[in-house]
């Protein structure tokens, strides 16, 4: 049985009926990343006063991973353009490198998930807040390379001078006087929470795009040959996907990294 | 990407192509910009959020208008989105509305409750 609507125009709606399915999707996507959001928003106003962690991330590399999401945009578009423009291996060639940027972004993202896993926050029975990351773990004591302080705010707006002139040496913390350590995995608090939640859906949709763009550049492109017209509107779905994914990192990015 | 590119116009498809190169420097640079609002002491937060906030609000409408040219789709696709801009803006403002009920002091802050006897 010959799918309907796959190219031409669906009288009714004017669209090929991918585009509809498409947008379908993308409006329930837009209703996920929204309760998320609003989720950060809420427990943002409900956070006491400076106890909201600001500059825990790695702007440069937040900047970075803006810039190759952005000009994966770009190629992914330039990718459809050479399949309507009949240039295939130019079509290959824009969509291989979409492919290795949303690869290169998923490196820098698993980088920055390694580092916030070595990462430790030790509260000690004394009354001393120490953050670093961790040099050696025994059962009789904790090495940590980073800061420390009896005033917790300090290190939640690492913006600050306060935060910036303590010291980073190699700190030792007996482990019978660890009253709390934990990694910056979601346990750690709120924040964290919500940075793992938001940029692993994130990272999720990534993955996806990543399997659908190699399934395009490599079997799935054997279309091109039997019905160009509906492999260049599969191309054009994978790119209004790929862009949203582009679109919801516009937000998260500021929302998490600079704010 | 409802527009039709073909070899036969090549020179307007060339136009489109620039058209989205310039486009994916524009959103580039705004996020640059929004970096160094945030980089630069501007002496209020909300100032800086609020001017972050407005350049992002352009960033997404590049992306959205010409990246996945919405500004030149069918109105099917405008009221779906219709649809969805609705429930999200009624989403945030049940947010917004649930923000007069948090407590002055967070649960978290809260003593523990004293023990009671058997």
């Keep these: 049985m010959q799918i309907p609507y796959t190219t031409e125009p669906r009288p009714d709606t004017g669209l090929y009926n991918a585009k509809v399915g498409l947008w379908l999707f993308l409006a329930s996507e837009v209703m996920l990343f929204g309760g998320m959001f609003s989720a950060y928003v809420l427990l943002r106003v409900g956070a006491p006063e400076g106890l909201w962690p600001r500059g825990w991330l790695s702007v440069p590399l937040g900047t970075l991973n803006t810039m190759v999401l952005i000009a994966s945009s770009i190629s992914a578009t330039m990718a459809w353009a050479a399949l309507k423009l009949n240039q295939f291996p130019r079509y290959k060639l824009y969509h291989g490198i979409t492919l290795l940027l949303a690869v290169l972004f998923l490196g820098v993202k698993a980088f920055e998930y390694s580092d916030k896993l070595s990462h430790y926050w030790i509260e000690t029975k004394s009354g001393q807040f120490v953050d670093g990351h961790l040099v050696s773990r025994t059962a009789d004591k904790v090495v940590v390379h980073g800061v420390q302080t009896d005033n917790r705010a300090v290190l939640f707006d690492r913006t600050r001078k306060e935060y910036q002139q303590l010291p980073h040496t190699e700190i030792t913390v007996a482990a019978s006087d660890i009253q709390r350590i934990s990694n910056y995995a979601p346990k750690l608090n709120t924040w964290m929470g919500l940075y793992w939640a938001i940029t692993g859906l994130h990272a999720l949709h990534l993955i996806g795009g990543i399997l659908v763009f190699g399934y395009l550049w490599g079997p799935g492109s054997g279309m091109w040959k039997r019905d160009p017209a509906r492999f260049t509107n599969r191309v054009e779905i994978a790119g209004l996907y790929w862009h949203f994914v582009d679109l919801v990192w516009v937000f998260v990015f500021p929302v998490l990294y600079l704010f | ?118």
């Design chain 2, 1 to 118: 990407m409802s527009e039709t590119l073909t070899p036969a116009a090549a020179a307007p498809a060339d136009l489109h192509l620039r058209r989205y190169v310039v486009v994916s420097v524009c959103i580039a640079v705004a996020a640059l910009i929004v970096v160094g609002i945030n980089r630069l002491d501007l002496g209020s937060p909300r100032l800086s959020i609020g001017l972050s906030l407005a350049v992002i609000g352009v960033q997404a409408a590049l992306v959205l208008g010409f990246m996945m040219h919405l500004f030149s789709e069918k109105r099917l696709i405008y009221s779906v989105l219709g649809f969805t801009g609705f429930f999200l803006a009624f989403l945030m403002l049940l947010t917004i509305w649930s923000m007069h009920e948090v407590p002055e002091k967070p649960v978290h802050s809260q003593p523990p409750a004293p023990a009671t006897a058997p």
